[in-house]
Structure formats: C-alpha cells, structure tokens
C-alpha cells in the first residue's frame, strides 16, 4: 500500500491556498496513492479545516475514491476566528468529518494499522539545563510570544497533564495491537531530530521554544515495536529519517515563506533567478529564503511546494 503524507498544509497561510486540494487530489493519482494522511495543522480555524476537507474528501472521490485521514494540528483547534470556542468543542465539531482521528485508530490493510491525534507538548524538547518549568509556563521569551498558547482553549487544562493524557491514549492505541504493524501519526513531532537544531541562526530563542514542539513521550510510543512509520508536522522542517526499522517522517508544506530555497530555477521569475545565482552554491537553506522571501507565491512554486513535502509510505 502506498501512501502518501503531509503536514502543515496552512491553506489561509498560502496566496494560493484556494488550490491546494486540487493540486493534492491531482498528486494522489499521479503517484498512485492507495490513502493520503494529513497531519493536522490544515488552517488556523476549524470551520476552514472543514470546509477544506470537504472539497479535498470530493475532489479525491471523483479520482476513483482515494481515502484520506487526518488529525488537527494546534492551529486547527485556536480560538481567533470565534472567541469563546473550546478546543475539547473543535475536536468534537470535526467528529462528524470523514476521516478524522484525534486518539483514534483505523486499520489500513489487514497488517498495518494507523494510529493518530494531534499529540500535545509538555516542555521536555526545550533545554532543560537552561529552562525551568516556570520558565515555559510564561510562554515568552527572547521578546518572543508563543501565541498559540493565547489562542487555545484547554478548558484550563495544563497541558503537560494534557500531553500526559493524550499520550497515555495514543501508546494504549498502539499496544491494542501487538500484531499489527502501526503507522503513528502526529501533528506534535514525534522524534528529537525534529527539534530546531543548535546551529539554526535563531537557536538561541528555540532552545526554549522546541519546549512547545512536542514531548519525550510521543518519542517513546514512536520507539514502540510494532511502530514501523511515524508521520509528524508542526516544527515547518522537511525531513526524513530511519531508525530500527522505524521511518520517521516530517513532510511539511510549511508557510509560503519557509522553503523558498527549494524552489528550482525553471520556477523562479527570470530577476529572482539572476539574484539566487548571485549567491554562492553552499549557502545555506535561511540565507536564500531571505533573498527569495520578496517573492509572489505563484500557483507554480505552491504546486511544487506541495508535491516536495509529500511523503509517499510503502506499507504492506
Ligand atoms: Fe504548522
Ligand atoms: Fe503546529
């Protein structure tokens, strides 16, 4: 079974965000998808997600009925569209979506199984040599504000109990089937590497915020045994990695502005071709986005965007 996966799809994010579902149903046929998987993080209101996911479950429907499944993300459940709105009430509106998991599991074919939710954070990706948990409870640092917090509504749950909670669902989901294999999906990520690295440029001010990225725990539901892929999203970061057998991957679509230095030449405008080619070959992936970042997002380089992030799965 093939299958392909993205994240981070942030359609209200994107000037082209309107095409994203044509583009995707386009992409799961030409790759000869057997389920597309979604890993939250679709739009910054659940109504948008929605109403996304409906034109997505159609346009997959008129290419022979390619299913797709999807967990929310921390924008999909934030409150700024409609004050007042709970995340518990996000969650339970998006019951009634086709295809939809928050610490659910479907099974894929008749060995594999897909276990997925958004999974939540608990601080332990942060540097903890340096941050107390007083610390990242105020949620600012470095003039810096993790405004999804603001945004959310846990119904005053503290979300390391949140995580606590959330994880405990997800690893009793994975250990219900001891002998099946499980594809995990998350939109908090799910391995370590996926945490800013210290040689990013801004890594003094995400040692405290990959405190908000994940946890240790969804890395050890991940390491379970009969984990054989494990999809994640949220950090904006573009990666793939095998350990023990276990693919982890972070197919992320990301903002319009994140990995412009992907774009390949034939995509740039002829003047944004000239100035990329100014710049040495080695240099690095943020000093060509903030060369690139002027640039108008065209439905051309959102397509190659699109197809760039998606991850395709070989499960049996
Ligand atoms: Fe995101
Ligand atoms: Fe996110």
């Not at 993300?73 to 086709?98: F, Q, Y």
């Not at 074919?109 to 007083?134: H, M, N, P, Q």
């Not at 089937?177 to 370590?192: A, E, Q, R, S």
Request: include cysteine; charged fraction near 30%; hydrophobic fraction near 40%.
């Amino acid at each position: 079974m093939r299958l392909g996966a993205i994240s981070d799809l942030h359609i209200d994010l994107h000037p082209c965000g309107s095409r994203i579902a044509e583009f995707l149903a386009d992409l799961a046929e030409e790759r000869g998808l057997d389920a597309l998987l979604i890993a939250g993080d679709v739009a910054g209101y659940c109504g948008t997600t929605d109403r996304f996911m409906a034109e997505l479950e159609e346009r997959l429907e008129e290419k022979g009925g390619i299913p797709v499944w999807f967990c929310l993300g921390n924008h999909d459940v934030w409150n700024r569209e409609e004050p007042g709105l709970t995340m518990d009430e996000a969650i339970r509106r998006m019951r009634s979506r086709r295809g939809f998991l928050q610490n659910d599991i479907v099974p894929l074919t008749g060995r594999t199984c897909l276990v997925a939710g958004i999974g939540w954070w608990d601080f332990s990706l942060a540097d903890r040599t340096r941050f107390t948990d007083e610390d990242l409870l105020r949620y600012s640092f470095g003039g810096r504000e993790w405004r999804s917090h603001g945004w959310t509504d846990t119904g005053g749950i503290d979300d390391r109990d949140l995580t606590k909670r959330w994880n405990d669902e997800l690893l009793a989901l994975v250990r219900s089937v001891p002998d099946k294999d499980v594809v995990l999906m998350t939109h908090m990520i799910n391995h370590p590497a996926y945490k800013v690295p210290a040689d990013h440029p801004n890594y003094a001010i995400f040692c405290y915020f990959n405190g908000y990225l994940g946890s240790e725990g969804l890395f050890r539901i991940a390491r379970e045994p009969n984990v054989k892929a494990a999809i994640s999203g949220h950090v904006h970061f573009r990666g793939r990695t095998e350990e023990n057998g276990t693919v982890y991957t972070c197919p992320n679509l990301g903002g319009p502005a994140e990995f412009l230095y992907r774009v390949p030449e034939e995509l740039l405008a002829p003047e944004w071709r000239e100035k990329r080619a100014a710049l040495p070959a080695d240099a690095k992936p943020w000093e060509v986005n903030a060369l690139l970042r002027p640039m108008d997002e065209t439905p051309e380089t959102l397509r190659f965007h699109v197809e760039n992030a998606l991850d395709i799965i070989e499960i049996e």
